[in-house]
């Protein structure tokens, strides 16, 4: 009875220091996280970018793109170049079936720009409607190294 009682004993202290191991896991990989952000001029912090969308137009079947490893950050630029509200939504790869991390809109004629982070080693869509079906405009993607 006394071997049965150690056993147990730690076996428990086994399990009661599971679940703590793997919060830590979970907490040091963040999915990825947008957010609108302001026109305003950036700060002067040195960093390292790559336009992974260049000038693209929309389309109905939306835009992509791969964030490269160490660029952990995304800037998402979308002119809307119709008289019409663009819906937007920005979603990225989660095993194999599309996470929406951000929905929005862009003003008739409106720009808007998205800061994605998180984004580092993952696959991001961005699609549109607007009310008729139709969308007309451009986008931009910079992947970085730095927010700014």
């Known amino acids: 009875m006394k071997r049965f009682k150690r056993s147990f004993f730690v ?8 679940p703590l191991s793997s919060v830590s896991t979970l907490a040091d990989s963040s999915p990825p996280s947008a957010a609108v952000i302001d026109s305003s001029p950036p700060e002067s912090i040195p960093f390292t970018d790559i336009l992974t969308i260049d000038n693209a137009n929309l389309n109905n079947g939306g835009n992509s793109w791969s964030q490269p490893s160490a660029y952990d950050y995304a800037r998402v630029y979308i002119s809307n170049s119709r008289s ?27 720009t808007l720009t998205i800061n994605v982070t998180h984004a580092s080693g993952h696959g991001f869509y961005v699609d ?8 007309s405009g451009k986008i931009n993607v910079k992947a970085s190294d730095a927010l700014h």
């Open 11 to 18: 076996f428990a202290v086994v399990v009661a220091f599971m």
């Open 84 to 110: 019409q509200t663009l819906n937007v939504y920005l979603s990225y790869n989660l095993n194999g079936s599309k996470q929406n991390i951000y929905t929005g809109t862009v003003s008739a004629n409106g």
């Open 128 to 135: 549109y409607n607007t009310a008729d079906g139709t969308v």
